[in-house]
C-alpha cells in the first residue's frame, strides 16, 4: 500500500475563525480637532471648538468664529465616562452646523475630578459618580437664611475638594436676610476664603475670585445659584425659582450641568442643587492631609484610628501646645461627615452629632 500524499486542501479550517490575530491596534486620529465639553445631554456631548488660524496668508481675513460641535462617544472609548469640563479630541463632522454629529475619539488627560458617591444613601457604596472634570475651584454657594446654612452638607464638600486637590471659595448670599460672622467664623480655623453677596449688590469681589479660572458651582437648591449664573453671564439664561415656604426647600430649576464662559476671561460650571454629597469614596487619610500641622501628631496613633474615638493620639498632641485645639475641632467635624452623606432635615441619621443644626 502506497503512503498518502496530503496537500493543502486535506486541512481543515474552522468556518468563521481567521488564522491572523486580532489586532488591537486603533487609528491615532491625527487629524482630530480639541474641544471643550460644555455640556452633556443623554449621550450627546456639546463642545466648544475653536478655530484654527490659516497659516501663511498674505490676506487679511477675518478670523474664524468658534462654534458649538454635538458629537457622540467613540465605541473604542468602551465604558469611559465623558463630563463637563474635559478636553476631548473629536472627528467625524466637526462643522458644528444643524443635525451633525461629530464622534469623541479620546479624553485628553484630567487636571482634577470633583466626584461624589454613586448612592446617597448607603455610605458603603464606594462606587464614584463623576461630576465635573479639569476644574481648578470649588464655589460652594450657601444662603444665610432662606433656606438656612447647613454646616454638614458645607463640611462635606468641603472634604470632596480636598480629594480632588481643588481650591475652595465659600459664598455667602443672602445676607440681607441674616448677619454671615458666625458661619465665617465656623470655617476660618480652615483658612477658607469666602465672599459675603446680597440681592442688588455688587459681585466685583467675587468676580475677582473667579477671574481667569474654571469654577464649579455647588450647593443646596435655592441658594441663589442661578440667580448668580444669570448676574455673572447675562446670556445665560438659568432658570430661578423660590424656596418652598413650608419644607424650607428649593426646587432643582438646573437639571443638568452646564460651563459657561465669563464676560472678563474665565469659566464658571453650574451644577444642579443637590441635597447630599456622598463621600464613601474619600478616605481619613485623604482628609487628613487637608492639615499639615496634624499629620505629625497622628504618629502614635494606634493602628486603624479613625482620630473620633478615645487614644487617639491628637488629643495628647494638641493639649501638649502643637496646634490650634480648633484645628483639630475642624478636622474632626470633616471626619464626621463622612459617617452620613444626607443633609436633608427629614432624613433619619445614623449618627446626629450637634454640627447637624444649622
Not at 118 to 140: K, S
Not at 195 to 218: M, N, Q, W
Not at 280 to 305: I, M, Q, R, Y
Request: hydrophobic share 35%; with cysteine.
Amino acid at each position: 500500500m502506497r503512503k498518502r500524499e496530503y496537500d493543502e486542501d486535506d486541512v481543515r479550517v474552522r468556518p468563521g475563525k481567521g488564522s491572523r490575530p486580532r489586532t488591537r491596534i486603533r487609528p491615532a486620529h491625527e487629524d482630530a480637532v480639541e474641544g471643550f465639553v460644555v455640556a452633556v445631554d443623554r449621550g450627546r456631548y456639546t463642545t466648544l471648538v475653536e478655530p484654527e488660524r490659516p497659516k501663511g496668508s498674505a490676506q487679511k481675513r477675518k478670523p474664524p468664529q468658534r462654534r458649538l460641535v454635538v458629537a457622540m462617544k467613540a465605541r473604542e472609548l468602551g465604558r469611559k465616562g465623558i463630563v463637563v469640563g474635559d478636553r476631548v479630541a473629536l472627528v467625524g463632522d466637526v462643522s458644528g452646523r444643524p443635525d451633525t454629529l461629530a464622534r469623541v475619539v479620546r479624553v485628553e488627560p484630567r487636571t482634577s475630578m470633583l466626584r461624589r458617591s454613586a448612592d446617597d444613601t448607603d455610605d458603603t457604596d464606594g462606587i464614584e459618580r463623576p461630576v465635573v472634570a479639569n476644574a481648578d475651584q470649588l464655589v460652594i454657594v450657601t444662603a444665610l437664611a432662606d433656606p438656612p446654612p447647613r454646616p454638614r452638607m458645607i463640611d462635606r464638600i468641603l472634604v470632596a475638594a480636598f480629594d480632588a486637590e481643588i481650591d475652595t471659595l465659600l459664598c455667602l448670599t443672602k445676607s440681607d436676610l441674616a448677619p454671615p460672622d458666625e458661619l465665617v467664623a465656623l470655617y476660618e480655623p480652615l483658612g477658607v476664603p469666602h465672599v459675603v453677596v446680597h440681592k442688588g449688590g455688587s459681585l466685583d469681589e467675587l468676580r475677582d475670585h473667579l477671574a481667569g479660572r474654571i469654577s464649579v458651582l455647588v450647593g443646596h437648591s435655592g441658594v441663589g445659584k442661578s440667580t448668580l449664573v444669570n448676574a455673572l453671564v447675562p446670556d445665560a439664561n438659568r432658570a430661578v425659582s423660590h424656596v418652598n415656604a413650608v419644607t424650607g426647600r428649593g426646587r432643582h430649576t438646573s437639571t443638568s450641568a452646564v460651563a459657561l464662559e465669563l464676560p472678563d476671561g474665565g469659566w464658571i460650571i453650574d451644577t444642579p442643587g443637590v441635597r447630599s454629597f456622598g463621600l464613601a469614596h474619600v478616605s481619613v487619610e485623604t482628609v487628613l492631609a487637608a492639615f499639615p500641622d496634624l499629620v505629625e501628631g497622628t504618629v502614635n496613633c494606634p493602628k486603624g484610628c479613625t482620630h473620633l474615638d478615645e487614644g487617639c493620639a491628637l488629643d495628647a498632641w494638641v493639649a501638649a501646645g502643637n496646634a490650634d485645639p480648633t484645628r483639630l475641632e475642624s478636622l474632626r467635624r470633616l471626619l464626621s461627615s463622612r459617617e452620613g452623606t444626607t443633609d436633608d432635615p427629614s432624613a433619619p441619621r445614623r449618627d446626629p452629632t450637634p454640627d447637624d443644626t444649622p
